[in-house]
């Protein structure tokens, strides 16, 4: 079973929004961080945005405030949310969902990936 589901990728029109969400499957142990990255065709993986346990988030420089991560709290304090704004061809990549113990437990999850396609 996978340990992160994600959804929310798709086409989009220039200057459009999309959300991304993605769920630990199992239960997160000790302070830990969750996030984005992408992978653009022919480019590496980089950071989209992480978000700590208790709410601290960084930003990739190409964000340039366009994007908001967020994560759910109570029983889906272990979802973290990508709102996306103002979107263009440079965002077209696949997104991957991360999650990692920042603390004594041992775990390092990917997701599978979902695909953001801008449609110009």
């Known amino acids: 079973q996978d340990p992160l589901v994600e959804s929310g990728g798709g086409l989009v029109q220039p200057g459009g929004s999309l959300n991304l969400s993605c769920a630990a499957v199992?239960?997160?142990?000790?302070?830990?961080?969750m996030g984005w990255y992408r992978e653009a065709p022919g480019q590496q993986r980089e950071l989209v945005a992480t978000i700590t346990n208790v709410g601290g988030s960084d930003y990739g420089e190409f964000v340039k405030g366009r994007f908001i991560i967020s994560r759910g709290s109570g029983s889906a304090k272990n979802t973290v949310y990508l709102e996306m704004r103002s979107l263009n061809p440079e965002h077209t990549a696949v997104y991957y969902c991360?999650?990692?113990?920042?603390?004594?437990?041992?775990?390092?999850?990917w997701g599978r990936g979902t695909q953001v396609t801008d449609s110009s």
């Open positions: 991360h999650l990692k113990s920042l603390g004594k437990y041992q775990y390092d999850y």
């Open positions: 199992n239960n997160v142990f000790g302070p830990n961080l």
